[in-house]
Structure formats: C-alpha cells, structure tokens
C-alpha cells in the first residue's frame, strides 16, 4: 500500500466505505503530526467522511511529495519548501490547507560546559545542521540574520540527523548542533539550550497539505473531508491539550511526561492551524528558503494555493 493513500467516502456520508492510510512528513519524530494522531483516536476523520486508521512515515521533503503522487488519493502533509519544489519541477500540485505555522520545536543546544551563552559566540564556530539546504540550516541562517550575527562567520556542517549532529557536539567536532522535539525534551538534562526557534523567529507557515489538482476536481468531497478532519483534530487538541497528550504519546510512543510537555510547549505559539491561510507567514518561509538558495524569484501564491477546499467556517481566516 502507498505511504500516502486516504480513501473515503463525500464529506456527507455518515459511513466511511473504506479504512486506509496517510502518510505525514517526520510522523513520529516532530509534532507535525499531532492533529492526525487526535483525529484517528478521536474518530474525528469517521465522523468527516474518511476512515483513517493508521501513518506511514516519511522523511520528508521529496520522499513525501514522490509517495503521495504514486497513491490512488494523493494528499499528503509535507514541508511548505517541498510543495514549492514540486512546483519547480513542473509537478500539477496546489495547496490546500495550512499545517503548521511555528519554529517553537526546533532549536539549537550546546553542552552544559560549553562557552556558548548566545547566537554572537558561534562565531567562528562549527554548527551541526542536518544537511544543506534543509530546514535545519535555514533557521539556523534566518535566527542569525534576526540576531545580527554574520553567518558567513559561522560553519555549517551537515550531519545526516539530528542524533548524528548531536554526537558530533559531545566528540567536539561542532560547538552546537539543531535539536528538534520532542527529542530535544527526551535529551534536556545532556544539552543547553542556546536558542529556540520560536522566540527569535515570527509565526511562519511550516507545513501545509498538498495535491494534484486533478485529484481536487475530480474528488473535492473527499479532499474536503480529509481536510475537515484535521482541522477536527486541531481543534480538539486546543480544546483538551491533556487528553491529546496522552494520544500522541501512544502514537509516537512516548514517555506520557515527555509527550505532556511536547504539547504543552507547542500551545502557546498555536502550531498548529485548522488549516487557513495567512500569506504573510508563508512569505516569511519563502524569505527564509532564499537564504538557503532553494527560491530564488518570486512566489505567486494565487497559482498554488486554493483555500475552496477548507471547510467553509474557515475559509477567509487566518
């Protein structure tokens, strides 16, 4: 079975005709994909029009893009840079709803020991990014930029993962290294924390849901509730955080104090959206893919997005 195949029945139906499976960028490794695991539990994506009983993980950038193109119902949650990329390369893709819209996961830690008290000390220094051109580098690049520290004076390295990053910190072959959560909590008594993401950087869109547009007019009842469903499932984690907690500690198989805290730390800068559109907080990630070089022109919005599919208590809403 495709990483990236939803079957349901239309948004109206009151019996999803067949249970399948989504596939969702860094499922397991990130909060991207609380939302999903709350609707599962919550049954939320049923009562929407879609069965969906279980993930498949995805590395994310292009391996999530290539999955749900080859799926029967190619929907897919991935990284907004993803979704421009795919553009580039001539893919008929649109975007039809935003996932996320903060940095607060991502951060960049040091050892306890080390005289690295701020973004300015680094440089000179080595940085452990997980590889050129990713996400990792580009909020690397954009936290400097906003803290006035030149970043030609600080060497990225890449890591191949943020574990492999973090193990170059402790041999001392880098000075820092990008964590992200919840990993970042499972590890906060072996690191410092020498900047979070989220209180140097504004809201900025991070990811959001993607498909052909031949799938979305020839199927829109059934994007419509896939999109329906995920915004249940937002909804539902503001409204009872704790319970959510508990669901996506059994989803990702965490410690129920270590996915507590990765919800909770994720609440106050609302990560996770019902899925409008603000297009200033997206620019605000084109401005940042352009620092890594993968934009270099322009972005028309209005030939990639189309917010028709979005139920309509949030269409027109931020």
Do not use: C, H
């Not at 609302?270 to 322009?298: K, N, Y």
Request: charged letters at 20%; hydrophobic letters at 45%.
């Amino acid at each position: 079975m495709s990483a990236a195949v939803l079957t349901g029945a239309a948004l109206t139906a009151s019996t999803p005709s067949v249970a399948d499976e989504i596939s969702v960028t860094q499922w397991g490794t990130s909060m991207y994909g609380a939302p999903y695991a709350v609707a599962m539990a919550e049954g939320l994506f049923k009562k929407a029009g879609v069965d969906i009983t279980s993930i498949i993980g995805s590395g994310g950038g292009g391996t999530t893009v290539r999955n749900l193109l080859a799926s029967e119902t190619p929907y897919g949650d991935v990284a907004i840079a993803a979704a421009l990329a795919a553009q580039r390369q001539g893919l008929d893709v649109i975007i039809v709803n935003t996932g996320t819209r903060s940095t607060a996961e991502a951060s960049l830690v040091t050892m306890p020991d080390s005289p690295i008290k701020s973004l300015k000390d680094l440089e000179g220094k080595k940085v452990a990014i997980t590889s050129p051109k990713g996400v990792s580098e580009m909020l690397l690049l954009m936290a400097l930029k906003a803290e006035g520290v030149d970043a030609s004076k600080v060497e990225r390295v890449a890591s191949g993962g943020y574990v492999n990053g973090l193990t170059m910190l402790e041999q001392g072959a880098v000075a820092a290294a990008a964590l992200i959560e919840p990993l970042s909590i499972m590890r906060a008594a072996k690191y410092r924390t020498v900047a979070n993401y989220g209180k140097i950087l504004p809201p900025m869109t991070t990811s959001v849901g993607i498909t052909t547009r031949a799938f979305a007019q020839k199927n829109p009842d059934k994007l419509k509730a896939i999109i329906a469903g995920r915004a249940a499932g937002v909804e539902a984690l503001y409204a009872d955080p704790a319970k959510a907690a508990e669901i996506v500690g059994k989803a990702f198989k965490l410690e129920p104090a270590i996915a507590k805290v990765a919800v909770d730390n994720m609440l106050g800068p609302r990560m996770w959206s019902t899925g409008g559109f603000d297009l200033t907080e997206m620019d605000r990630t084109v401005d940042g893919l352009r620092l890594i070089g993968e934009v270099t022109g322009p972005v028309d919005w209005t030939k990639l997005v189309d917010s028709s599919y979005l139920p309509a208590s949030i269409q027109g809403k931020k």
